[in-house]
């Protein structure tokens, strides 16, 4: 959700809230008609789920850890809003262009943060080593550099909060306020 943010995307779909693929094609032709460029996007998170569907896996590879690799929903997107696209747009259909962003993204040029915090992290763990202290992972916490145990990381599921953070019926960001927000707005506490 934070890259739909902050790359002005118009719509996202989530793994935690399956969408309906209908409304999001009636959706994305309306920003498509709004937009003085005749253009609309949406972002695709790898995990998304059609209404009727489960989780899209990228053949019978596997992680370090053993686990199916997700891939292939923003590619059965594309499809199914090309297909679905003269619906909604007086009969015509509508172009597409699908862009896996994953690596493009990770590979822009570094701001001054991408080169700040990494030098961070490097010192605060290098301390840690040299304190022998381990099982420890170096943190952004509130604003400022932390460390907490490995276990809070790899015990619980991070998922999107829905109710707070995620217009459902829009299938985009939702945020009342940045006032006292952190950072990254849209991060577990």
Do not use: W
Not at 7 to 24: S, T, Y
Not at 60 to 68: L, P, S, T, V
């Amino acid at each position: 959700m934070l890259p739909t943010m902050a790359g002005a995307a118009n719509r996202c779909v989530i793994p935690e809230h399956k969408f309906d693929i209908d409304k999001l094609t009636e959706l994305l032709v309306e920003d498509r008609y709004n937009n003085p460029s005749k253009y609309s996007v949406v972002l695709v998170s790898e995990g998304a789920m059609f209404k009727e569907g489960e989780m899209i896996f990228e053949g019978q590879d596997k992680d370090a850890f053993g686990h199916a690799k997700l891939g292939g929903i923003g590619d059965l997107v594309s499809l199914k809003l090309k297909e679905l696209s003269p619906k909604y747009n007086n009969g015509k259909p509508i172009g597409i262009i699908n862009q896996k962003l994953g690596y493009l993204v990770r590979g822009g040029d570094p701001d001054a943060i991408d080169s700040i915090v990494p030098m961070a992290y490097g010192n605060l763990a290098l301390d840690l080593i040299l304190k022998g202290i381990h099982g420890r992972l170096v943190v952004l916490s509130n604003g400022r550099y932390d460390n907490i145990p490995i276990e809070v990381v790899i015990n619980s599921k991070k998922l999107v909060n829905i109710n707070k953070h995620y217009n459902t019926e829009r299938l985009r960001p939702f945020y009342k306020s940045f006032e006292l927000q952190p950072l990254f707005i849209m991060t577990s506490e």
